[in-house]
């Protein structure tokens, strides 16, 4: 089976720096992914880790290793409108489009 | 491009009654899922598929029935309506499997 951890809120200010943490425990791993999910709306694709390592996307940069099981999304200078609920995913061993998801974070920016 | 369309939007059935929710992508991608996601929750996965004819179960798959004819299409089918099954309903593809999945506007679905 495969079961992710997330923070369920987070609270931060306007311009700051914010990191949210994902640990998973799977029976197989092919890659992490980060969703973000705004009131109401879909979930939207924003990084993916397949290999250890830094990915970086703008103002976002998504974290990974493997051996510590562990990931995390960071978020620079952050802005009202990434007030929104961030996800992490994972991908099993064999590429079967079998994506789980995590519960997922609460990012509240404020001014 | 329309990406992924869903249908209905918001629906309201009685308990015991039957009915599709669709899905439709027009990005030729393999793989499709569907997902649930209830008040304050995470995505569930309920079916997912790597291309046409080829079905799996996911974390959550009981009372929910599947079929993939073509490529494009993904419909969910309920089979007797429950209230447990009030949720808002996601339906995902990708190009790839393992990330970028684009999701559709997602069906609320009410049980009473």
């Known amino acids: 089976g495969q079961s992710l951890e997330q923070p369920s809120e987070v609270t931060a200010v306007e311009g700051a720096i914010v990191q949210i943490n994902c640990t998973y425990q799977?029976?197989?791993?092919?890659?992490l992914s980060w969703y973000q999910q705004h009131d109401g709306g879909a979930p939207t694709f924003l990084s993916y880790?397949?290999?250890?390592g830094l990915e970086e996307t703008g103002r976002f940069s998504s974290f990974l290793s493997r051996s510590d099981s562990y990931g995390y999304l960071l978020l620079q200078e952050l802005q009202m409108k990434d007030s929104a609920s961030y996800f992490c995913?994972?991908?099993?061993?064999?590429?079967?489009?079998?994506?789980?998801f995590g519960q997922g974070t609460t990012l509240q920016v404020k001014p | 491009n329309a990406g992924v369309t869903q249908t209905p939007k918001f629906q309201v059935l009685k308990t015991g009654q039957s009915m599709t929710l669709q899905c439709a992508q027009d990005m030729n991608h393999e793989y499709m899922s569907w997902y649930r996601q209830d008040p304050g929750m995470g995505l569930r996965l309920i079916h997912y598929s790597v291309g046409a004819g080829i079905t799996d179960q996911g974390e959550v798959p009981n009372g929910y029935n599947v079929s993939r004819s073509t490529t494009e299409d993904f419909p969910l089918r309920l089979l007797s309506a429950a209230p447990s099954q009030t949720s808002v309903y996601f339906c995902?593809?990708?190009?790839?499997?393992?990330?970028?999945?684009?999701f559709g506007s997602g069906t609320r679905l009410t049980v009473v």
């Open positions: 995902a593809s990708s190009g790839d499997g393992r990330y970028g999945y684009t």
């Open positions: 995913a994972v991908s099993g061993s064999s590429n079967t489009g079998k994506l789980i």
């Open positions: 799977t029976s197989g791993f092919y890659g």
């Open positions: 880790n397949g290999l250890d």
